[in-house]
């Protein structure tokens, strides 16, 4: 245990601190526990109504299912935290997942150089929607409601709307197994796991991840301190582009196909995620983990209620009144803190 | 007016009526999307009738299904066009009849195709797959495939209300022979007709109950879905998967076993008859009515007895979307 002296610049009284302290101090601060504490109490819940709930095959059949929302979350996250929105995320990652299925399969190309491309092009997509952002100055609902259609025309003209099969084993290798005790996990969710982390530490440990909070926060005082606002906007959609890339290659590889018709609800599935994961849609706070923890809510709400033989429609009541709820609860938080 | 006068005016009503005469009908198409395969082959149906019986063809989609506003537009502007005829998939089968009421007022003949707007008689006529039909009779199927083992259902549906949805699901109850609500059927789980929906709503289901042996779909990729799903647990040899459409890709997979039987519809037929009926409507003004069903065939490779079927040769001679 540590004494320290006062730092008098700070004026702050920094006395001996518990390793209890110096933990806490790492955690994310109380109002992202808000959706945890959900997510717990959820699957509390199922579990008292299913016995089939708490199984570990269970819960890694939820993580894989909510792969795709998930890593697209990722990206659509990071563009709110800049109170941007991307509508293009799942269009963009559909038009990506066959560029990659159809060049290894059709055109013969080496699946490694395939998949490279598709992340290209989807990574391509996002800077097209950060330049019309920046350089044109263009709200990036209206901009990515183009670049959606945009994407969607591209990917049926390109696929003539017909799904990619006979995939190479590069192509499908994330949805392959490895054992953990009893359950089998594919390599598919540990990388989302691993890119959630990543991007976790980037945000909050970086000096770029402040600055992508501080453009959400206020855009014109960031610009003023002389942060290059324009620059790092476009690079946060394209690196969100590259999310939805890995999103598809993650989709081919769990569901064994190209699907030209993949993608079309994962916009607004996103944004639920990370509302529900208690990120402000008016940019400038929320945490990313919290996300992933609001993609496993809606994921676990549909499995649990599946193995309670409730009918599919109140999976999306449910998930409508606790989206109210969880933007309530950022509002409310809001005006408390100013 | 001189004689040659008379003569030129003569000559040009003579000339105008015989190009009158020639003008090839105009007849629009519109579908519920662009993508869909279903409605891919379809408008190559109605191109390739259109050549034939020498009609001029528009068409027209909605951008997605549910899309009513797009086909509005679409009526519309095909009739100002000059299109006398209008062959329409109605996305939202309600919310489309004020237009095609407004339509059928000039004189336009609207028919419906595959799905039947709701009130049917709203159109001329309704050229379609009777979709309970297509329903019962892989219900059949199933009942006779599956015999005396004690059977554990789950069916993959649409998504609520939508009358495609609903009809095959009802169809395939009443071939089985059960009642909804029955308590052979474990699971039943929403897929929206996608891939990926499918494949999640099948693990979901099997977690409920590993024991599943039989799976109605209501498309074939919902099937795809489920096949992935019960091939990652192990269990895609001893469950029977049905399904209803009939393309391709569906016919390739019953002849793989992957899927045990699939109805085929056959949506180039419903358009060939739609631009036949618009072409002899433009001829001598006789309108199509009344419901052609324009059936539905079970493919299957391992057929039953008592339950008509032909197998994946001819559904793969017959089937749509490459």
Request: aromatic content about 6%; glycine content about 12%; some cysteine.
């Amino acid at each position: 245990m540590a004494t320290t002296v006062m730092n008098p610049e700070d004026g702050e009284r920094t006395a001996s601190r518990s390793i209890i302290h110096r933990l806490l101090e790492h955690l994310p601060p109380p109002a992202s526990i808000g959706p945890a504490v959900a997510l717990a109490v959820t699957c509390a819940f199922f579990a008292t109504q299913s016995p089939r709930f708490l199984d570990g095959r269970n819960f890694s059949l939820i993580l894989q299912q909510v792969l795709e929302v998930g890593v697209i979350g990722i990206g659509q996250t990071l563009v709110i935290l800049t109170s941007g929105i991307d509508l293009a995320c799942g269009l963009v990652m559909a038009f990506g997942s066959i560029v990659m299925t159809k060049f290894a399969v059709n055109l013969g190309l080496n699946s490694y150089l395939a998949i490279a491309c598709g992340l290209l092009v989807c990574a391509g997509f996002g800077y097209l929607n950060g330049a019309l952002v920046t350089f044109v100055k263009l709200p990036p609902f209206i901009v990515t409601l183009g670049t959606l259609n945009i994407a969607y025309a591209l990917t049926q003209i390109y696929s003539k709307s017909q799904t990619v099969s006979g995939l190479t084993n590069t192509l499908l290798y994330f949805g392959n197994t490895f054992r953990i005790g009893r359950t089998d996990v594919t390599y598919g969710t540990v990388l989302m796991l691993v890119l959630y982390l990543m991007t976790w530490l980037v945000l909050r440990d970086t000096a770029v991840g402040r600055h992508i909070y501080a453009i959400g926060n206020n855009p014109e005082a960031t610009r003023l301190m002389g942060i290059p606002t324009q620059g790092l906007l476009r690079r946060v959609y394209t690196l969100a582009g590259l999310f939805y890339g890995i999103a598809g290659l993650l989709l081919v590889a769990r569901t064994g196909v190209g699907d030209p018709q993949a993608g079309q609800t994962d916009n607004l599935d996103s944004i639920t995620a990370v509302v529900l994961g208690g990120t402000s849609l008016f940019g400038g706070r929320g945490s990313l983990l919290g996300t992933l923890v609001g993609a496993l809510i809606v994921g676990v709400i549909r499995n649990g209620l599946t193995l309670m033989g409730v009918s599919s429609v109140y999976q999306i009541l449910i998930t409508g009144i606790l989206v109210i709820l969880a933007v309530m609860t950022d509002q409310l938080s809001r005006r408390n803190k100013g | 007016m001189n004689k040659s006068g008379i003569g030129l005016v003569a000559l040009l009503l003579v000339t105008g009526l015989a190009v009158r005469a020639n003008e090839k009908p105009i007849i629009g198409l519109i579908t519920k999307t662009d993508s869909n395969p279903f409605f891919v082959k379809m408008k190559q149906g109605a191109e390739q009738a259109a050549n034939k019986d020498g009609a001029t063809l528009m068409s027209a989609a909605g951008k997605f299904d549910g899309d009513n506003a797009t086909q509005v537009t679409a009526i519309e502007n095909m009739e100002t066009a000059g299109a006398k005829t209008i062959l329409i998939t109605p996305s939202d089968t309600k919310a489309i009849v004020p237009a095609i009421e407004k339509a059928r007022k000039s004189g336009v003949m609207v028919i419906a195709l595959d799905t039947p707007t709701d009130p049917r008689n709203a159109t001329d006529a309704l050229f379609a797959t009777n979709n309970f039909t297509a329903g019962e009779l892989i219900g059949e199927y199933a009942k006779k495939a599956m015999g005396d083992k004690p059977v554990k259902i789950a069916t993959l549906d649409l998504a609520p209300g939508i009358t495609v949805g609903v009809l095959r699901h009802n169809g395939f109850l009443q071939g089985f022979g059960i009642k909804e609500g029955d308590p052979h059927i474990v699971c039943s789980q929403d897929t929206r007709g996608d891939q990926a929906k499918g494949q999640t709503a099948m693990e979901n289901c099997l977690q409920k109950d590993p024991d599943i042996n039989l799976v109605y779909t209501i498309n074939e990729p919902a099937a795809f879905g489920a096949y992935q799903a019960l091939k990652a647990a192990g269990k895609e040899k001893n469950v029977m998967v049905v399904s209803i459409d009939g393309g391709c890709p569906g016919v390739k997979a019953v002849q793989e076993g992957e899927i045990a039987a699939t109805s085929q519809q056959y949506p180039l037929k419903m358009a060939a008859m739609g631009v036949n009926a618009g072409v002899q409507f433009a001829k001598d003004g006789k309108k199509a009515s009344g419901y052609v069903d324009t059936g539905v065939n079970l493919i299957t490779d391992k057929p039953e007895s008592g339950v008509p079927s032909k197998s994946t040769k001819f559904g793969l001679a017959e089937c749509w979307g490459g």
